[in-house]
């Protein structure tokens, strides 16, 4: 079941039946629930800009949680990742997902996003440019674009992205779109088709996210105080 609305915080829940996702005999109920919603919004993104063998795409934060699915599962469809990273550590989490090369964005050796990926493009840009972090990194995943490619931004960790003025995209013809996964799960064939890609995608291992950490529902706050101190790093489950 995924739904926008905010009603986790319950033993036990009435749905609709055509609202809910089969889970597979082969893979465990708490994989799925760990990966549920971050995976299917990592197949809307990469989906529906036709990530495939032979794309280039830039992911900005790729050491970040949503960042490590895209640049894995995209690495496995064939595409060509660059991604970016602000420390050391995210820098080798970027690395350990398959990206071909990291560019750190700021600290020591940071370098110019979009000249390092025309560099490494060959002058040509990237198909597609993941951006989750939004007013930082908004102008550099533009510039890093090729003729035709699409920004897709699915966040904004470092602030909403002032208003564009759309005569930009008329340089190389781009297209900049902010997908939600909700809107696309409302119709249950598109979001079983969604489901077996995704699950499909856990049996092949084409992304990890790491063993679920557990806490008990009456210990949500805890859980949250976890999320607030380290991020989305690892996921989290709660268990009645």
């Keep these: ?62 050491g970040g949680g949503m960042g490590q699915i895209l640049s894995q599962w995209a690495t496995q469809l064939g595409a060509m990742v660059i991604g970016t990273a602000g420390s050391d550590a995210t820098a080798k989490k970027a690395d350990q997902a398959g ?38 990194s908004f102008d550099a995943s533009l510039a890093s674009l090729g003729i035709g490619g699409q920004l897709v931004m699915y966040g904004q960790s470092s602030g909403p992205v002032p208003p564009l003025e759309i005569a930009r995209l008329a340089a190389k013809s781009n297209s900049v779109c902010r ?28 992304f990890r996210m790491g063993e679920p950490q557990e806490f008990a529902l009456a210990d949500a706050a805890l859980a949250h105080r976890q999320l607030e101190a380290h991020g989305a790093q690892q996921p989290i489950l709660l268990v009645p």
Excluded: N, W
């Design 1 to 62: 079941y995924v739904s926008a609305a905010y009603s986790i915080y319950a033993a036990e829940r009435v749905i609709a039946g055509d609202e809910l996702i089969a889970v597979p005999d082969d893979l465990s109920d708490a994989l799925v629930a760990s990966s549920l919603l971050r995976g299917l919004t990592a197949d809307v993104l990469l989906h529906r800009a036709r990530v495939g063998q032979g794309s280039r795409i830039l992911v900005q934060a790729a």
């Design 179 to 206: 997908p939600m996964v909700f809107h696309f799960v409302k119709k249950p064939r598109e979001r079983d088709a969604m489901a077996a890609r995704l699950f499909e995608a856990l049996r092949k291992k084409h």
């Design 99 to 136: 990206c071909v090369e990291v560019i750190r964005y700021r600290g020591a050796g940071a370098q110019d996003v979009a000249v390092r990926v025309q560099q490494l493009t060959g002058g040509e840009g990237v198909d597609v440019t993941y951006d989750g972090v939004g007013k930082d």
